[in-house]
């Protein structure tokens, strides 16, 4: 079963404008993660927020998450037609005691963001 | 791209044949990962390995088998392939602090 629930699943907005992808899942985590996938391509990680952070920047990517609603956001700010592409969370599981489940990620279904020139 | 390759990146069989797929990589990374990506799923891990000839299942793991012989390759065999194991299947290696590195990905069709 999906761990992490992207929503919307599909956003299209003007270029200049902000985007806001929200990703809820279901159990602890250790950290929560954020990809990117252009069309045909593989995944590129964006930003990775530990379960101990509220809140990460990274250029013009704006992360939060509040574990005890068990949700995340990550905000877009002055987007190009160039940031159009599928965004995916992904969790990862807390540390097994053997460390054989370390870094193991569960992904959402992702949303599709269009970004118009 | 933290040196991941995967081979082939096209792939074209038959229903009942065995099929190979290779994850490569130069940067001497402990743990990697086979997912497969199908629409309205997003990816789904299939696979995993914690170090040489140390691997588990992920939750799609039935049909498939892995295998780690050294530290820079990744094999996934689809010991009979079926059509509901067309999809697209991306390797990937962790790094520090916890992110993961993709390949460009293999492209498998099951006639």
């Known amino acids: 079963s999906q761990q992490g629930e992207e929503d919307p699943q599909a956003l299209s907005i003007q270029e200049g404008e902000n985007a806001t992808m929200n990703c809820s899942y279901k159990?602890?985590?250790?950290?929560l993660q954020w990809y990117r996938q252009n069309s045909g391509r593989g995944l590129v990680h964006l930003i990775l927020?530990?379960?101990?952070?509220r809140e990460k920047h990274s250029g013009r990517l704006r992360v939060t998450l509040d574990t005890s609603k068990k949700s995340s956001s990550l905000l877009i700010t002055a987007s190009r037609a160039a940031d159009t592409a599928s965004y995916f969370c992904?969790?990862?599981?807390?540390?097994?005691?053997?460390?054989?489940?370390?870094?193991?990620?569960?992904f959402g279904q992702g949303t599709i963001l269009t970004v118009h020139p | 791209d933290a040196g991941i390759t995967q081979s082939p990146r096209h792939k074209v069989t038959e229903t009942g044949t065995p099929v190979t797929l290779r994850c490569h990589q130069t940067?001497?990374?402990?743990?990697m990962y086979w997912y497969r990506q199908d629409p309205g799923h997003g990816l789904r891990l299939i696979h995993y390995s914690y170090g040489v000839k140390d691997t588990d299942k992920g939750e799609v793991s039935d049909g498939y088998s892995v295998s780690r012989s050294k530290t820079e390759d990744f094999l996934l065999t689809l010991e009979s392939a079926t059509s509901s194991q067309t999809s697209v299947y991306f390797c990937?290696?962790?790094?520090?602090?916890?992110?993961?590195?993709f390949g460009p990905g293999t492209r498998l069709t099951v006639t």
């Open positions: 927020i530990r379960s101990n952070e």
């Open positions: 940067e001497n990374h402990r743990y």
């Open positions: 159990t602890s985590i250790n950290n």
């Open positions: 992904a969790t990862a599981a807390p540390f097994n005691a053997g460390g054989t489940s370390y870094g193991k990620l569960t």
């Open positions: 990937a290696i962790r790094g520090q602090p916890g992110e993961q590195y």
